[in-house]
C-alpha cells in the first residue's frame, strides 16, 4: 500500500468516525476478461451496485456492463461511493448508459492496481458508454497498466488535459479510438485555474 493511499484512508477516518476499513473480496470465476480470477459483475441494474457501499477495497476486478435498458441519469443520482478507496485488479465500463462520470460513483477512488488485467495490460477499460462526458478520477494517484477508451462519443479530457504519466505505471498514454473529436471537446472543455484536470473544475494534483 502507497504512503499516501494510507494517508487517504486515515483521513476518511477522521471524517466520518463509522467508517469501518472494509476488504471486499469477490468470488473466482471466470471474467470478461477469460481467465479465471476475483471479479465483481455488475449488470443490466443501476441498483446492483449499492452492494459496493461498505467497499473501501475491492480486492480483485469491477466490471460494470450491459446498463442499457431503460437506464438514464436518474439511476445514478444516489449511486456514490466515498469510501472506495482501491480497486486491486481492473475497472471495466461496457454498455452503461446514463453515466456521465465515473468520479459521480466513486469520487475518492486513489488506486486502480492492476493485479489482473482485462487483457494484455489493459486494466481501465472504457467501451462504448454512451454519456460518458469525462472520467473526473480528481484523486486517482496510481494506475498499474494501461487505459483503452474506445467509442464512447461523448467522452473527453482523456487525449488531453490529464498528464497520464503521473498515474499510469506504464508512462504510456491512453489508446483511444472513436470517441468525441477533438474539435468538439474544444468547444468547451479546458482547465479552470490549473495546467491539468480531470474536468473543467476537478483539477489534477502537482507533483
Known sequence: MMIS??????????????????????????????QTQPYYRFALHADELKKLENCTVVEGNLE?????????????????????????????LYRVDGLETIGQLFPNLRVIG?????????????????DLVSLSLANVEYIGGDVLAMVNPQLCYIDNHVDWKRVISTG???????????????????????????????CQPSK
Not at 482485462?118 to 454512451?130: A, H, M, W
Not at 491512453?174 to 473544475?201: M, S, V
Open 5 to 34: 493511499h494510507f494517508l487517504a484512508i486515515v483521513k476518511l477516518y477522521k471524517k466520518n468516525s463509522c467508517l469501518c476499513f472494509a476488504v471486499c473480496r469477490p468470488p473466482s470465476a471466470g471474467s470478461s476478461s477469460g
Open 64 to 92: 460494470i456492463i450491459w446498463m442499457f435498458t431503460s437506464v438514464s441519469k436518474d439511476n445514478y443520482t444516489d449511486l456514490v461511493f466515498p469510501n472506495l478507496l482501491e480497486i486491486t485488479g481492473y475497472l471495466l
Open 114 to 130: 492492476g493485479r489482473w488485467s482485462f487483457y494484455d495490460g489493459l486494466v481501465l477499460v472504457l467501451y462504448e458508454n454512451s
Open 172 to 202: 504510456r498514454d491512453p489508446i483511444t479510438l472513436e470517441n468525441k473529436k477533438r474539435a468538439g471537446c474544444d468547444l468547451f472543455d479546458g482547465c479552470d485555474g490549473c495546467k491539468n484536470c480531470w474536468d473543467r473544475k476537478s
